[in-house]
């Protein structure tokens, strides 16, 4: 997860107290420690970004206008 484009995983698997949720879609933010540490930032349910195991999410390639609209989606206030 290198490119500079926006990232989108699905989880996959959600440790108790998670605040993600299974077969839901999440924006990822590039962080090259975190992978560094096996993890991704991702922007969960709390709307902040926190690392999460990598090994919980797998990455999904959305097509351009539903990633414009994720993306537009969450910078909405």
Not at 8 to 27: H, I
């Amino acid at each position: 997860m290198k490119d500079s484009k926006t990232q989108f995983v699905v989880c996959v698997r959600s440790e108790p107290g998670a605040d993600v949720e299974l077969r839901k879609v999440y924006r990822v933010l590039p962080d090259e420690a975190a992978d560094g540490l096996g993890c991704l930032r991702v922007v969960d349910e709390t709307d902040e970004d926190y690392l999460y195991p990598r090994e919980c999410f797998a990455a999904v390639e959305l097509a351009e206008d539903t990633a414009r609209l994720f993306s537009a989606a969450a910078e909405r206030p």
